[in-house]
Nanobody
Framework: QVQVVESGGGLVQAGGSLRLSCVAS????????MGWYREGPGKQRELVAY???????KYRDSVKGRFTISRNSAENTVHLQMNSLKPEDTSVYIC???????????????WGKGTLVTVSS
């Protein structure tokens, strides 16, 4: 069984910073892409950033220059450092990892439950 669990959300003032973490556990053979999505009032689920197995990264335009995604493949973790936070960043942030298990050679996307980030003005 594979589980993906986020942590690090909270309440922060505009201009502040938070660091989100996500760890996968279970019967993991390998992990390809790791990414962060967000959803909440006023927006559908959207990709925030992702990082590939060889550390290539991609960010949505609204967070470029403010957010940094990183990974530690040996620990099955991905992190999102969020700086210069804005009220419009308020969302539930959800981790997704593309994982191959011992049960199948195919990769499957696994989603966490999310961690709430609230940015006050």
């Amino acid at each position: 069984q594979v589980q993906v669990v986020e942590s690090g959300g909270g309440l922060v003032q505009a201009g502040g910073s938070l660091r989100l973490s996500c760890v996968a556990s279970g019967s993991i053979s390998s992990i390809s892409d790791m990414g962060w999505y967000r959803e909440g009032p006023g927006k559908q689920r959207e990709l925030v950033a992702y990082i590939t197995s060889d550390d290539g990264t991609k960010y949505r335009d609204s967070v470029k220059g403010r957010f940094t995604i990183s990974r530690n493949s040996a620990e099955n973790t991905v992190h999102l450092q969020m700086n210069s936070l804005k009220p419009e960043d308020t969302s539930v942030y959800i981790c997704c990892m593309t994982i191959a298990t011992g049960l199948s050679p195919s990769f499957t996307n696994y989603w966490g439950k999310g961690t709430l980030v609230t940015v006050s003005s």
